[in-house]
């Protein structure tokens, strides 16, 4: 089986709004497949429709080669899902909440218990598993939810927004473990608005806005295919009026940030020359001068129109 | 193979059921709504018509707290586990809806059989006695069943508010007790009340309860157990049914 995800002119619709609009893709065994798109896109939508959580309208997804309407429960048996907003049972304790996600995939217990002693240990929420969640961090309690997900030894993972809300080491050490899983033959779906992540950690990327599939692809490929979005960034040793400098040539458009500018063209080579032109004319010296590439972000920008 | 996964989702279920127990269940309300309420009910008839005898009142007492009991909890769980977002996480488990809704049935339950030892336990102290306990034990199961799923229909309306539910179900569980014969006897209804009562599945758990305690019945004994054993498969049906349309616009 070379693909573990096939969708099929997946739809929802809630009312009159079409929050998935007749959406195609594959995932490929194996793959970080990174899902992006803007608040309201119809992210967690599908993966919800993907995870069996709720019904398509109309078209099919195939989850591990079972279709996820019809045959739920055997698709459902080998995926693990961090959905957006779940939260493990507050009442119980992280060991307790482990032994019930065990018990839901039928996983014999001495399994379970050596699966769930090794995961929470991983997640460093060992010493903490008799402690009801009720007392956990945000943090804490994401990495549980980790853990829950993982409890069936999963070769596909659903992940909806899972480092969202959490601290650098928190968010390292969940990136570091979805970073092994490809080793090991398992594929995740991943969903994000950190753009540095996605680039970081996909293999592809599909940009979803409006319900539709924007572009689908891998994070460099989706770069080189908005060419126009070369820029090179300059700093000056003294503070450079920002309408004069805007007006040589070359610049298509031109950003302050801090102390540097970004200047976008589609001729580096013509502005470079515009650049030390106004410094020599201004009396300027150039502290840094770099070409940069269009960053995922600013691909995603300019797919999905987000100011 | 059908076999093996009907047995494994059985399984799975009580993991559910074991959940609901630790979560719903040990928190106070089963004991506050399902003893203490028919307890405030049963006295204020004691004190207020001094003519009954007390086997009667007794049997009613003990069919009031199957009820009440079986229904405290198991309507709220499924508001309840959407409004605090754990509800997600659960249907994404490879469980059915009806290993779901068979779980949380169960944990009602198992409350169902266990709290009437208190009513049973006051009946002896004072004095009534059982003449068909195995007929009372057997009637307590299958009511208990029965009420849990019926507990169940009350929560599938996808209202993620536990106290809308708390009201529309407290608007449906207190008539039913009136209608059953519980402190009015069947034999003395007007007409138009035994056909409402005969509708009740609670009317011949109470009839059963009677029976199994002082001998007086006004169905025959057969009847009662055929009627509460078609209540229990049509309520969890239904149940499993209402719960499998409304369950995924609870998320
Ligand atoms: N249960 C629902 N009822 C009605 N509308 C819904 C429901 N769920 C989602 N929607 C709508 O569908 C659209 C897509 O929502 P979705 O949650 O999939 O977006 P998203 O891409 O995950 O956004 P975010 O980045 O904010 O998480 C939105 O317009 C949302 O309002
Ligand atoms: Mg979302």
């Known amino acids: ?307 | 193979m059908q076999i093996n996964q009907f047995l494994d989702q059985f399984k799975r279920s009580l993991g559910v059921m074991k959940k609901d127990i630790r979560i719903y269940y040990l928190k106070g309300p089963v004991v506050i709504f399902g003893f203490l309420m028919p307890l405030f009910l049963f006295l204020a008839f004691f004190i207020g018509s001094r003519d009954l005898p007390m086997d009667f009142l007794i049997s009613g007492l003990i069919s009031m707290t199957v009820f009440f009991t079986a229904t405290a909890v198991s309507p709220v769980i499924a508001p309840w586990e959407a409004q605090v977002q754990t509800l997600e996480r659960l249907i994404s488990a490879p469980i059915s809806i009806t290993t779901l809704i068979f779980g949380d049935m169960l944990a009602s339950f198992i409350f169902g059989i266990i709290i009437p030892i208190l009513p049973i336990a006051l009946g002896l102290a004072v004095g009534v006695n059982i003449l068909q306990p195995i007929i009372l034990i057997l009637g307590i199961f299958l009511a208990a069943a029965c009420f849990s799923s019926f507990g169940l229909i009350l929560s599938s309306p996808p209202s993620n508010a536990p106290s809308n539910v708390m009201m529309i179900s407290s608007l449906v569980r207190f008539p039913l007790v009136f209608l059953s014969g519980i402190f009015i006897p069947i034999e003395k209804m007007p007409y138009w009340g035994k056909i409402i009562a005969s509708f009740s599945p609670l009317t011949y758990f109470t009839d059963l309860t009677r029976y199994s305690i002082n001998g007086a019945n006004y169905y025959p004994i057969q009847v009662d157990l055929i009627v509460i054993i078609f209540f229990t498969i049509l309520f969890f049906f239904l149940a499993a049914q209402l719960h499998k349309r409304t369950i995924y616009k609870r998320i």
Not at chain 1, 14 to 28: C, P, Q, R, S, W
Not at chain 1, 204 to 212: C, E, H, L, P, T
Request: aromatic fraction near 6%; glycine fraction near 6%; proline fraction near 3%.
């Open chain 1, 1 to 307: 089986m070379k693909h573990v995800i096939q969708v099929q002119n997946l739809t929802k619709r809630y009312g009159k709004l079409t929050a998935v609009d007749h959406i195609n893709f594959e995932v490929e065994k194996g793959e970080i497949f990174g899902f992006l798109g803007p608040n309201g896109a119809g992210k967690t939508t599908t993966l919800r429709m993907l995870t069996g959580i709720i019904q398509a309208d109309e078209g099919a997804a195939n989850i591990l080669g079972f279709n996820i309407q019809k045959e739920a429960l055997k698709a459902k048996q080998n995926i693990g899902v961090v959905p957006e907003t779940s939260n493990a049972y507050v009442d119980l304790s992280a060991w307790q909440n482990m032994m019930l996600m065990s018990e839901l995939y039928g996983i014999p217990r001495k399994v379970a218990e050596d699966r769930a002693e090794s995961l929470l240990d991983r997640l460093s929420l060992y010493h903490r598993r008799d402690d009801k969640v009720k007392g956990f961090s945000k943090g804490m309690k994401q990495r549980l939810i980790l853990c829950m997900a993982l409890v069936n030894d999963p070769i596909l993972v659903f992940l909806d927004e899972p480092t969202s809300g959490l601290d650098v080491a928190s968010r390292q050490l969940i990136r570091e473990i979805l970073q092994e899983f490809p080793e090991q033959g398992k594929t995740i779906f991943l969903t994000t608005h950190n753009m540095n992540e996605a680039n970081r950690l996909c293999d592809r990327v599909a940009i979803i806005n409006q319900g539709k599939i924007a572009a689908i692809d891998r994070p460099e490929k989706l770069k080189n295919t908005v060419k126009k979005l070369k820029s090179i960034e300059v700093s000056f040793d003294r503070s450079v009026n920002t309408q004069s400098l805007s007006e040589i040539s070359h610049i298509k458009e031109l950003k302050k940030e801090g102390d540097k500018f970004i200047a976008y063209t589609d001729n580096v080579n013509g502005l470079i020359h515009s650049l030390t032109n106004f410094a020599g004319l201004n009396g300027l010296k150039i502290v840094t001068l770099n070409t940069r590439d269009p960053s995922l972000e600013e691909v995603f920008v300019e797919l999905t129109g987000e100011a």
